[in-house]
């Protein structure tokens, strides 16, 4: 029915799609929800700091071309003492990188 060649194109496509597809929802599953106030933005390394008001915990996310962002234009029209949520994945190096910003 198939030739070998045809066999393992098949058997390629059906391991890719099954690892992509897990390392899609492996990203939804990490993502960490957040809520603060801005204390800092460093345009020139695409970077919002952020102050948890409740815990007092500061982070700083690295905004990058997937970051969806609402309420606001681009990393450019985020001030300093906005009120800001999201969502944010850690990387294996420890970054913060956002996925989702919504000004509030």
Same mark, same amino acid.
């Given at each position: 029915?198939?030739?070998?060649?045809?066999?393992?194109?098949?058997?390629?496509?059906?391991?890719?799609?099954?690892?992509?597809?897990?390392?899609? =929802? !492996? %990203?939804?599953?990490?993502?960490?929800?957040? $809520? +603060?106030?801005?204390?800092?933005?460093?345009?020139?390394?695409?970077?919002?700091?952020?102050?948890?008001?409740?815990?007092?915990?500061?982070?700083?996310?690295?905004?990058?071309?997937?970051?969806?962002?609402?309420?606001?234009?681009? =990393? !450019? %029209?985020?001030?300093?003492?906005?009120?800001? $949520? +999201?969502?944010?994945?850690?990387?294996?190096?420890?970054?913060?990188?956002?996925?989702?910003?919504?000004?509030?």
């Amino acid at each position: 029915m198939f030739s070998k060649t045809g066999m393992k194109r098949i058997i390629f496509l059906t391991m890719f799609l099954f690892l992509f597809c897990g390392a899609a =929802l !492996a %990203d939804d599953q990490n993502a960490v929800q957040f $809520s +603060g106030k801005v204390k800092k933005v460093i345009l020139k390394k695409n970077k919002v700091a952020v102050m948890d008001p409740a815990t007092k915990k500061r982070f700083t996310l690295i905004v990058n071309d997937q970051t969806k962002m609402t309420g606001w234009g681009g =990393l !450019a %029209d985020i001030k300093k003492g906005d009120p800001i $949520s +999201g969502e944010y994945i850690v990387t294996d190096k420890g970054l913060y990188v956002a996925t989702e910003l919504k000004g509030k």
